[in-house]
């Protein structure tokens, strides 16, 4: 009887995607918990990349299952281009598949109230992705939502048209320049249902208890990451649900009792895209280097990802929210090359220092860094741990030192295979 959860530790494309895919043969069921298509995760392996958004990424394992957890939030249209992309592939979705009759559905209307939103609030925009996370978290928890389940009920066509005609008033309350085709956008929604209404609706919930009665493993893979968390995060530049380790408990049905391992997963650097404070963010060449050897583009948007050093007090923030028992640190070969490689140890804030997270991360908080040696070697084909340069490996020590707790995979490109199990 087991769940362990993976989750990213700082503003989201930590790697999530890639560290699932390499651990799925070890889990009979792998199952998103919350979040929507504003997540990407990437997975490379053969040659090619595949870009998942709400489909787990454990799909690619012909053993393991997959689940849509309650607590994700459904586009039907995006849905449908991951399910077409994935044709090539002839993986068996109605039986490797498995959509959770809670989770809400994304309609074209909460992208455009999204969009609206975004236009209203002017400079100080979210930078959301766009994808209608908010609107419709907003109208689960107002008690509005659509669910996946609502299709199979006889009365879904008047729920939809209720609130979308609610939507776009609120649109027009928000009285921005916003140009749209509802007509289009809705054809292609409910052609979308069709593609939907062929994978399996299930009470989740119901079938994880099943499964770990019967003895089986659960991977539970969260999605953004612990600074994005609606009530832990960088509030209000964050996303709209809990991306935390408590969201899987509530995203999926999963009692804390059950859950073993809670994987943490972090750049060896860190990244944000979209607005918000980002104190360690840099401007310099160095920020550039690590943008281009990084190729830090969004997985969902393709919008540049800002990039800086790693922040260890946010950290350490994250380890403690989530119980993080384990860490894995990706994309350390980004910064090969580098002679000196900077770690933020504590804040100055209103001209004190601190080491804790702060209720906000204003402008006037500067970071206070450790420097280390960098290290000059390519690591990207490096298979054992024993084989890393040593600077690389005091970074590594130092970072469990003060994180408390260890990392045990070193990740050293987007491959399956570059990966080094400690
Ligand atoms: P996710 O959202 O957490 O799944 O992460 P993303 O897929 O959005 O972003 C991570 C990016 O880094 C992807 O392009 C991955 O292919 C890539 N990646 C993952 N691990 C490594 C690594 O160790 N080194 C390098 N160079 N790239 C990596
Ligand atoms: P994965 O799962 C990185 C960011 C957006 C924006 C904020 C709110 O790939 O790590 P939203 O669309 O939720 O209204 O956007 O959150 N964001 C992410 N950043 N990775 C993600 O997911 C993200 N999902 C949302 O850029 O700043
Ligand atoms: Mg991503």
């Not at 990213?8 to 790697?15: A, I, P, S, Y």
């Not at 039986?95 to 809670?102: C, D, E």
């Not at 009470?203 to 999605?223: C, M």
């Amino acid at each position: 009887m087991r769940v362990d959860l993976l989750l990213g530790l700082q503003w989201g494309d930590e790697g999530k995607g890639k560290i699932v895919d390499v651990l799925t043969k070890k889990y009979d069921i792998i199952a998103r918990f919350q979040g929507g298509p504003n997540a990407g995760h990437t997975l490379e392996f053969d040659g090619i990349k595949h870009v998942l958004h709400t489909i787990p990424s454990g799909i690619f394992h012909k053993k393991s299952l997959n689940l849509i957890g309650n607590g994700v939030v459904i586009d039907p249209v995006i849905f449908e281009k991951e399910i077409r992309n994935l044709e090539p592939y002839k993986i068996d979705l109605k039986t490797r598949l498995f959509i959770s009759r809670k989770a809400h559905l994304i309609l074209p209307t909460h992208r455009l109230l999204d969009a609206a939103s975004e236009l209203s609030k002017g400079k100080s925009k979210i930078g959301s992705t766009l994808k209608g996370i908010g609107p419709t978290y907003m109208d689960k928890t107002g008690r509005n939502g659509i669910r996946v389940g609502d299709i199979e009920m006889k009365n879904w066509l008047e729920k939809y048209r209720k609130l979308a005609n609610k939507h776009e008033q609120l649109i027009k309350n928000l009285n921005v320049d916003l140009q749209y085709n509802l007509a289009e956008l809705e054809s292609e929604f409910f052609d979308s249902i069709e593609t939907l209404n062929k994978i399996e609706f299930i009470d989740s919930e119901n079938f994880i208890y099943d499964h770990l009665d019967n003895g089986n493993k659960i991977l539970a893979e969260g999605a953004q990451g612990s600074l994005l968390d609606i009530d832990f995060g960088t509030y209000p530049y964050v996303t709209s649900s809990n991306t935390t380790a408590a969201g899987a408990c509530t995203g999926l049905g999963i009692p804390p009792n059950k859950i073993k391992n809670v994987f943490g997963i972090f750049k060896a650097y860190t990244t944000r895209v979209g607005s918000g404070p980002f104190p360690t963010e840099l401007f310099d060449r160095t920020g550039k280097k690590i943008a281009s050897v990084g190729k830090e583009f969004g997985a969902t948007t393709g919008r540049p990802r800002r990039c800086g050093w790693l922040d260890l007090v946010a950290l350490k923030y994250a380890v403690k929210v989530n119980g993080v028992t384990n860490l894995m640190m990706m994309k350390g070969d980004v910064l090969s090359g580098l002679k000196k490689i900077k770690v933020c140890i504590k804040y100055n804030y209103n001209g004190k220092e601190i080491s804790h997270y702060p209720f906000t991360l204003e402008d006037n908080l500067k970071p206070v860094y450790k420097e280390l040696e960098g290290w000059n070697d390519d690591i990207s084909q490096t298979q054992k741990y024993d084989d890393l340069p040593n600077t690389f490996l005091n970074y590594v020590k130092f970072l469990e030192k003060e994180l408390k707790v260890p990392i045990s995979i070193i990740s050293v490109g987007p491959d399956r295979k570059q990966t080094i199990i400690c």
